[in-house]
């Protein structure tokens, strides 16, 4: 078999299993759902289906469209599930391992290629972002294929063809401006893909600098074709350009983010340092801090991967000077220059692909830095790469026979490549799978809890009905769990602040998060046998002194009915009784990305405002708030609700009043009657 044949054969093996990895039990790791991965599909991947198309979406401080384009597809074809929400980036995470390779090969040779790749798919960063919703893994893709077509117009240089008397192969046919057309393409994808996209055309601006420096008859050779494809990538930037000049401020995250930057310009230098510093050390010392993408400070590689990964960045750095020095010193040795471009190519994307984590928070981000991703394997695996090409030949090599290598270098180069692999494997795929999934802060990030009552609910089709307590942040609890239940059996789950409020009706909640009130423990009981997904308890409400005083109720216009209302003076809380008399009408209320775009409201569309008055009706204190999820409640429900009410020492209130709101418009909602409060004396 040719060595070719064993290279194609190599690749496919490492990308069948870096797909494998990626697939592996992909609704369960990540454990959960986080806000983010569900507003990027939900909301804003979601407007596409909904035919609102566009080039740029000001959701969330800003997405460009076209990961949420490919997303639609998966969500249209496989529902807002685990396939649709996350197929698409192991597959776009999946087709990064090869590109690397073809990109590592055509740089450096196939042992970096293969090297590179093998580690990229075994990699904590390469599962992480390739195993959940969010656009930053379309880049490593996008970055790995135009940097390929752009060194393949690059090392073609020529512009005319020398075919002689023989027919042309395909191959010679394709001239430097397809190849650079190519790149232009990819180059102009990225654009409307992530921010960092945009860095691509200043990394390929400095190499055309440095080629210009040390190999000048190369850069004559190439301007014309470098030229076109910069003036395509322009011009196919146009859209977005446009775009962003009519909404300036849907890019507020930048300005979020820049915060060494901002410090900087004002004088104080030291937030850019110490992220640069951090930023610098997360591949051997301190990684990624944020526990949704990493186990926090873990560096990117152990100690065998980080002495191959800054081992790679010297010789990068050493063949780079030594055609720098070479330049200045007015002399000209070719190797050496050859063998410096790809290095000072590898050297330039990985700097600049690394460069966001310098001036943003927070330092050393696995996110801000996806752009370097694929160089950062090619640097680590550049000291193997460099070893195989020795020339020292073993001729009389006694196992011969046995090992089917001809010389010293290319067994401890197979060595090296499997040491680097092998340690890469053995302490990021217990990590990914095990380690980060298992700590609290992950579980809560990710709302790991949530899928626990899901899993529990989809196997228990009797419960079909009941509570269960959040923070009511958004709506993305709701959503997590409407996401991990099965679709076989109608549930509905109530969502309600344990805090604030004791769901009466249905009786049986999942209870534990956030602690439920002190006077609403004593009322909740576990079931028995006990039932504990996550934190969760199921718990059986005994207090039924609402249950039968439907004839006192007094109903809004939307269908909520007030039933009671208790005032404590020692703790100055006013404690409402509600129940949903019928479907409640409500206006309209989209999922919203957060943060909202520019102008948009993103509040809640109903609230309960609760004040206490002094005897000349004047207002002193309120609360507001309604601490159950209204899109949840049915029929018949019924809850107990608290309201804090801490009035100002020496001031005493002679009533509570008490209605319902529209928090956007501010207009209250009257009741049956065309009373827009009710009115509790309180002294």
């Not at 690397?100 to 196939?110: A, C, H, I, P, V």
Request: proline share 7%; hydrophobic share 50%; aromatic share 12%.
């Amino acid at each position: 078999m040719s060595q070719r044949r064993r290279d194609f054969w190599l690749v496919v093996a490492i990308t069948f299993v870096a797909f494998v990895l990626r697939l592996w039990q992909l609704g369960h790791f990540p454990p959960g759902w986080r806000d983010d991965e569900l507003i990027n599909s939900l909301v804003i991947s979601q407007k596409v289906l909904d035919g609102n198309l566009a080039v740029y979406y000001p959701d969330a401080s800003g997405h460009e469209a076209l990961y949420h384009a490919l997303n639609a597809i998966m969500l249209g074809l496989f529902g807002a599930n685990w396939v649709g929400i996350r197929l698409l980036s192991a597959f776009l995470a999946t087709l990064a391992v090869p590109l690397t390779y073809l990109l590592g090969r055509k740089l450096f040779g196939r042992w970096v290629g293969l090297t590179a790749a093998a580690g990229l798919a075994f990699s904590f960063w390469g599962l992480m972002y390739g195993r959940f919703g969010l656009r930053h893994v379309t880049m490593p893709v996008l970055v790995t294929a135009a940097f390929y077509f752009f060194w393949r117009g690059y090392q073609k240089g020529d512009w005319g063809l020398e075919i002689g008397d023989k027919a042309p192969k395909i191959a010679d046919l394709q001239l430097p401006i397809t190849n650079y057309l190519i790149a232009a393409f990819f180059i102009s994808l990225g654009f409307y893909t992530y921010f960092a996209g945009r860095g691509l055309p200043l990394i390929l601006l400095a190499f055309m600098g440095f080629v210009w420096l040390v190999q000048r008859p190369s850069f004559y050779k190439n301007w014309r074709g470098w030229a076109a494809m910069l003036a395509v990538t322009a011009v196919l930037a146009i859209p977005l350009i446009i775009t962003l000049q009519a909404q300036p401020e849907a890019e507020g995250r930048v300005g979020e983010l820049a915060v060494p930057l901002v410090e900087a310009r004002q004088g104080n230098f030291a937030p850019l340092r110490d992220y640069v510093v951090t930023t610098l050390s997360m591949f051997h010392a301190t990684g990624d801090g944020e526990w949704l993408y990493n186990i926090p400070n873990r560096p990117l590689f152990g100690a065998v991967g980080a002495i191959f990964f800054w081992g790679g960045v010297l010789l990068a750095v050493i063949d780079v000077g030594t055609a720098l020095w070479l330049w200045l010193r007015r002399r000209s040795e070719p190797a050496a220059v050859n063998r410096a471009l790809p290095a000072a190519f590898l050297l330039l994307w990985w700097l600049a692909g690394i460069a966001p984590a310098f001036i943003s928070v927070p330092p050393a981000s696995l996110g801000h830095t996806i752009l370097a991703q694929p160089a950062t394997y090619i640097l680590a695996a550049l000291p193997i790469g460099r070893l195989a090409k020795r020339r020292l030949e073993i001729r009389d090599w006694r196992f011969a026979a046995q090992f089917p290598i001809s010389n010293l270098q290319s067994l401890l180069a197979i060595m090296m490549a499997v040491l680097l692999v092998v340690s890469i494997a053995v302490r990021d795929l217990p990590d990914y799978f095990q380690r980060w999934p298992e700590r609290g802060m992950v579980r809560f990030l990710y709302r790991a809890d949530i899928q626990d009552v899901a899993d529990y609910v989809n196997t228990h089709p009797e419960l079909t009905d009941f509570g269960i307590s959040g923070l009511l942040a958004g709506p993305w609890d709701r959503m997590a769990l409407q996401i991990g239940l099965h679709n076989d059996v109608v549930v509905r789950p109530r969502w309600f602040n344990g805090e604030r409020v004791l769901l009466l009706s249905p009786p049986l909640s999942f209870v534990g998060f956030p602690e439920t009130a002190a006077p609403y423990q004593s009322l909740l009981n576990p079931v028995t046998p006990q039932v504990t997904p996550g934190y969760y308890v199921l718990a059986q409400t005994e207090a039924q002194m609402l249950a039968d005083r439907t004839e006192e109720r007094i109903c809004f216009s939307n269908g909520l009915c007030w039933l009671t209302a208790v005032f404590d003076p020692a703790t100055n809380r006013l404690e409402l009784g509600w129940q949903v008399g019928e479907t409640l009408e409500l206006p309209e209320m989209p999922l919203i990305s957060n943060p909202p775009p520019p102008g948009v409201y993103a509040g809640p569309r109903l609230q309960v405002f609760a004040q206490l008055l002094d005897a000349e009706g004047s207002f002193l204190v309120g609360d507001d708030g309604l601490w159950v999820d209204p899109v949840t409640l049915q029929p018949g429900d019924t809850f107990l609700q608290q309201h804090w009410l801490t009035l100002p020492e020496g001031v005493v209130a002679e009533t509570a009043v008490f209605g319902l709101y529209d928090p956007m418009t501010g207009e209250r909602i009257r009741t049956i009657d065309g009373r827009d409060h009710l009115r509790l004396d309180i002294r």
